[in-house]
């Protein structure tokens, strides 16, 4: 199993849907939780964290299920601008860098 | 908002030449760190470097890899003898205690 597992789509959903991306992680104790959005060519750009009691930013919802080892995120009313990859990246160990797990990026495409 | 500064945006160079990327992180950041994405591939993490010294280091960042603090701002990374399997984006971030991490624009670099 894959230390952090997403979905790579690509999503292409209509401009004002509700879509949904799920990560997958296999360390039990991992410690922390982020969703990043990275554009073609661009740097990662931290969304949001994923707070164990869920959180919410706007149109942007994170899950957190220790149970199940998955986060969620749910983009409501997508715009155009939301187009790009949203990573999921999980901190395995808030003293160990290297623990900082990527996984592959969910591509989201908006169209009009 | 601060950000980390990356230079040069493209670099390009012959195989077996040595190079060296440059970062200037966010000034009261004190943990710094070095990533690599080939196209197309997710982000992987090289180096984390903290108090003048690395800290960690992932398998990728062996001894053709060497990062640097020369003053009291740049942070770089030198890649000797660099090969076409070196030709990725390589991002440098900076975070503070316990923080996410911030990413540069990133170095595409290019080894022909």
């Known amino acids: 199993r894959k230390e952090v597992e997403q979905d790579p789509g690509p999503f292409n959903v209509p401009e004002g849907a509700t879509v949904a991306f799920n990560c997958t992680y296999s360390n039990s104790a991992s410690q922390s939780f982020f969703w990043y959005r990275q554009d073609c060519r661009k740097e990662p750009k931290l969304l949001m964290s994923v707070y164990s009691s869920g959180n919410e930013d706007g149109r942007f919802t994170a899950q957190l299920n220790r149970a199940s080892q998955y986060i969620s995120l749910l983009i409501r009313d997508s715009k155009l601008s939301d187009s790009a990859t949203y990573l999921c990246?999980?901190?395995?160990?808030?003293?160990?860098?290297?623990?900082?797990?990527f996984g592959s990026g969910t591509r989201l495409s908006i169209r009009p | 908002e601060p950000e980390v500064t990356q230079t040069p945006s493209h670099q390009v160079t012959q195989m077996g030449q040595e190079v060296i990327l440059r970062c200037v992180p966010i000034?009261?950041?004190?943990?710094f760190y070095w990533y690599r994405q080939i196209l197309g591939q997710k982000v992987e993490f090289l180096v984390s470097?903290?108090?003048?010294?690395?800290?960690?280091k992932s398998e990728i960042f062996d001894d053709q890899f060497s990062v640097e603090r020369p003053d009291g701002s740049n942070f770089t990374l030198k890649i000797r003898s660099t090969k076409l399997e070196d030709s990725a984006m390589y991002f440098c971030?900076?975070?503070?205690?316990?923080?996410?991490?911030?990413f540069g624009s990133g170095t595409r670099l290019t080894v022909v």
């Open positions: 000034s009261n950041h004190l943990y």
């Open positions: 971030a900076s975070s503070g205690q316990g923080a996410h991490s911030t």
């Open positions: 470097f903290y108090n003048n010294e690395i800290s960690e």
């Open positions: 990246v999980v901190n395995g160990d808030y003293s160990s860098a290297s623990k900082i797990i």
